[in-house]
């Protein structure tokens, strides 16, 4: 059933306030969208074991502040488009590397995508342009900008290079801390 009255805007960037037991999302104007609740004794009775924690809560309500980033389609970067048996409608965004520069950086483009939970699948497509690239498949625009722009691919739109404009609030990274070994075998992703 579709609302009768005009879309209503949520305006980024969303924010978290800590309330009694409770974390709040709000949007740009004061609007609240969400309400996550917890408890800080879960681990002191037995009946608190279907509340969540206060961290638990605050990495939920974190989430949903992110929810603009992921919706928000980016001018510029476009979909590749129909064509290949490689091409998946479930990851519509690709993006190539160079061949020696995957070879020579692997284990950073690994530890750093795992790290920031972006999920990259190597279609097994070889374009051939001054050397081999290896293209890359992504379900979300911002995981492949943000890939893209990392290690500075090429954006794919049909069987063409696209060289797209890097975003102005393109958000940054999370990098392996100094001094601290990344195990990627324990990362998330």
Known sequence: MESREPNRRFPPPWRV???????????????????????????KWTWTHGFLTADEARRIAKAITRLPEFLMQRRGFYPRGEGHFRWKANRPYHVALQ???IRAHWDEINTLCKLNGIPFNATGEVIQDSGAWRVYAFEWQLDAIQFWDAFKGRWLRGSEFHYPERPKELPNLKLPSAGVKFDPGRARG
């Open 17 to 43: 306030e800590e309330e009694v037991e409770s974390l709040c999302v709000y949007d740009a104007n004061g609007m609240r969208l969400a309400t996550i609740h917890f408890r800080n004794d879960v681990q």
């Open 99 to 101: 061949d020696d520069f």
